[in-house]
């Protein structure tokens, strides 16, 4: 059975202070509204990891924005994947559109980041998605397909099943707008089909989530589709309220 997950990530917002007392409202609120076996995860910046890492019990998991491909060495302002662990972060979110953009990670480079991550026992939110652009020249399923390839096909079978996947329509992040329903399951749909042509039985047990935009007033309907198990939350996860009303939506 496909693990449900909700994963908050924070990006470049909220100071440590802000950052704790926004986990504790989740935490407290979870324990008294959620009454669901999704898995939540949040991912704040890396200043704030460790502590609020301590707030946390088995129902929320802490996660990384991300980490560099090597164990260690002369990588000035770089986090290694040794150094998450030893805090307790499980799960590492990778290839980021945002990364992917701004700072110009590749397919190869995000598959090293992958290895670690797996070598250490984190687990890798490994993200896709096409641009506006791609989808409009109708090239988007085949450029999301060579993401999953080039990043992760050299994996065995034992290493991808600990893989989580989220799709993530570029043009719905941030501007407003959210992959229609159809839209989305669709992708989602694709995606597996994909995953399954090399990983067979193994990928249809993968979580694969939804990455654009979601929302307390649309979270129920994705999360309905049949190829959805959650999301990649970003605006929402930063309001106590709208990050536990769209857990609730399973």
Not at 68 to 94: F, H, P, R
Not at 210 to 221: F, L, M, Q, R, V
Request: glycine share 8%; charged share 25%; aromatic share 6%.
């Amino acid at each position: 059975m496909r693990k449900k997950i909700v994963a908050g990530n924070w990006k470049m917002n909220k100071t440590h202070e802000e950052g704790l007392k926004l986990a504790t409202e989740i935490v407290n609120m979870v324990k008294d509204e959620v009454r669901n076996d999704a898995q939540l995860v949040i991912c704040p910046s890396f200043v704030s990891l460790q502590g609020i890492a301590k707030l946390l019990d088995s129902r929320v998991s802490i996660g990384a924005q991300n980490c560099n491909s090597k164990a260690s060495g002369a990588y000035t302002g770089e986090v290694s994947v040794e150094m998450l662990k030893a805090i307790d972060v499980k799960y590492v979110i990778l290839g980021h559109s945002e990364r992917r953009e701004y700072f110009k990670e590749t397919n190869l480079e995000l598959a090293e980041k992958v290895n670690i991550v797996l070598k250490n026992g984190l687990i890798p939110i490994f993200c896709c998605g096409e641009t506006l652009k791609q989808r409009e020249k109708g090239i988007h399923i085949e450029f999301v397909n060579s993401q999953l390839t080039e990043s992760l096909f050299h994996l065995s079978d034992d290493e991808f099943r600990k893989v989580v996947i989220a799709y993530e329509p570029i043009w719905a992040i941030g501007t407003g707008v959210t992959a229609s329903t159809a839209q989305a399951q669709e992708m989602h749909e694709k995606i597996r089909k994909h995953l399954i042509s090399k990983y067979g039985k193994t990928a249809e047990e993968t979580s694969i989530l939804y990455g654009g935009s979601c929302k307390p007033d649309n979270a129920k309907e994705l999360f309905a589709c049949k190829d959805v198990d959650g999301g990649l939350i970003g605006g929402a996860s930063l309001k106590s309220r709208d990050f536990v009303d769209i857990i609730k939506s399973f």
